[in-house]
């Protein structure tokens, strides 16, 4: 089974740090996907092992506060993907050694998408509109007549009332396809929204319990540090 390890990263010199002392060395075929439009890159371009998503024919990284999105819509709409699942992972993270060893063990359930931190549903997930985006959930009712609050509730009943906290995930690549599609078509209602980072984040757990996914959970395995390097460097785009 083919894993892809990709690390999402806005600064050159982290990504300098993390090849110098082999930080990821243990995740399978890994990439550093460099974010940022203005920010200097001339000490990674030529590394066979980075991305510049803004040298990319294909990106969307003229609506920053997507964060780690454009970074995964880079990947797609380019066909950098080449494996049965790929690792989404924040650049602030911390790594058990023995992560591996755990994830292959893991996938020979197939599931569809692996979370690294449960919450249940009725922590920080759709109670504050602050965080998923006043626009995120009108649009899902819009464009697919699907009520998300009672989505959750039943999520309550017929799943195991979890939601995974943060965009780190291991997804078959057949599901990411089929995410990518589902939020493609809600882009437009909320790229301007100073929190669609975070309604990107609570829509990946929306999709899952839409579709009735397979999600399992590895805890203990990555702790996100939620460093926020992204915000320094933002601009805020106009319509």
Not at 6 to 28: T, Y
Not at 41 to 59: A, G, K, T, Y
Not at 210 to 225: E, P, R, T, W
């Amino acid at each position: 089974m083919r894993i892809q390890s990709f690390i999402f990263c806005h600064d050159q010199n982290l990504i300098l740090e993390f090849l110098s002392n082999g930080k990821f060395n243990h995740l399978p075929n890994l990439k550093f996907v460099f974010l940022g439009t203005e920010l200097p890159v001339d000490q990674i371009e030529n590394l066979e092992n980075v991305i510049i998503c803004r040298n990319l024919p294909i990106n969307i990284e003229i609506y920053p506060k997507f964060t780690s999105f454009t970074g995964w819509y880079a990947l797609w709409k380019n066909n950098l993907i080449d494996a049965d699942y790929v690792n989404l992972f924040e650049y602030d993270i911390e790594v058990a050694g023995h992560f591996l060893p755990h994830l292959q063990t893991t996938l020979e359930n197939k599931p569809d998408f692996i979370g690294y931190r449960a919450l249940h549903v009725s922590m920080y997930f759709i109670n504050d509109s602050t965080w998923i985006g006043e626009l995120l959930i009108p649009a899902i009712k819009k464009h697919y007549d699907i009520d998300i609050p009672e989505l959750v509730e039943n999520w309550k009943i017929i799943g195991d009332g979890h939601w995974s906290s943060g965009s780190n995930s291991t997804i078959s690549v057949e599901s990411f396809y089929e995410y990518m599609s589902w939020f493609e078509i809600l882009i437009d209602e909320i790229k301007y929204t100073w929190n669609s980072g975070h309604a990107f984040e609570r829509s990946i757990s929306f999709f899952n319990f839409i579709k009735l996914k397979k999600i399992l959970y590895l805890s203990g395995l990555i702790q996100h540090h939620q460093n926020w390097s992204h915000n320094r460097h933002m601009t805020w785009p106009t319509s």
